[in-house]
């Protein structure tokens, strides 16, 4: 079964960007699966934020497009999500997962809480 | 892009059952939609897959108290019987479209 493991810096400043990766054990990012990033505000519900296949292809949120840029490493058989310009709105659970052929999310990471704050 | 819509909270009874909806915008009635548990304090949990003609698909591990259905229309169900203090969780809906992805606002679920 496979499993997935967030890790990144639990703060970042304004203005700064949040940088985080999601290792994949259990599987190979190599699989047809694609790969993606929901977040979850403090008290609020879930965000899908964007996703990728292990060719490179990306697919993004229109609100979070220009921030964005998700990248995979299939020799770490891990992937990662950049978001620049952050604010104290971007402070949420970010959680990864994996999503299956068919287009659902099945497996999901445990969730990194990232503060945006000076 | 489709939009889901689900009643923010709900409540039943300890050893009863529980209908919890979510619809899908018009246009999109056809739409595979998956449910997701979130205990307090934990990740999400896929548990499963509903299609329009109510055809449903369960993750691992997910008790038989829990099953999909659908409606002829645009509704997607998840029922829970046999109410266990466990379920106490917010419940998600969730669909894709070739370059989206959206979940529902989430179902509060109260055991009582």
């Known amino acids: 079964q496979e499993q997935l493991q967030e890790s990144g810096p639990g703060l970042v400043k304004p203005s700064g960007t949040l940088s985080l990766t999601c290792a994949v054990s259990g599987g190979s990012i190599r699989s047809s699966n694609w790969w993606t990033w929901v977040r979850q505000p403090p008290g609020k519900g879930l965000e899908w934020i964007g996703e990728i296949y292990h060719s490179g292809s990306t697919k993004y949120s229109p609100s979070l497009k220009s921030r964005l840029s998700i990248s995979i490493d299939g020799s770490k058989n891990q992937f990662s999500l950049k978001m620049t310009s952050v604010t104290a709105a971007d402070t949420a659970l970010y959680y990864c997962a994996r999503i299956s052929p068919i287009g659902v999310i099945d497996f999901w990471g445990q969730g990194t809480l990232v503060t945006v704050s000076s | 892009q489709p939009v889901l819509t689900q009643s923010s909270s709900a409540s039943a009874s300890l050893g009863s059952s529980v209908k919890l909806t979510c619809t899908l915008s018009s246009g999109h009635s056809d739409y595979i939609i998956a449910w997701h548990q979130q205990q307090p304090g934990k990740a999400p949990r896929f548990l499963m897959k509903?299609?329009?003609?109510?055809?449903?698909?369960k993750g691992s591990g997910v008790p038989d108290r829990f099953s999909g259905s659908s409606s002829s229309g645009a509704e997607r169900y998840l029922t829970i019987s046999n109410l266990q203090f466990e379920d106490e969780a917010d419940y998600y809906c969730a669909t894709w479209d070739t370059d989206t992805r959206v979940f529902g606002g989430g179902t509060k679920l109260t055991v009582l």
């Open positions: 509903v299609e329009g003609g109510g055809l449903y698909n």
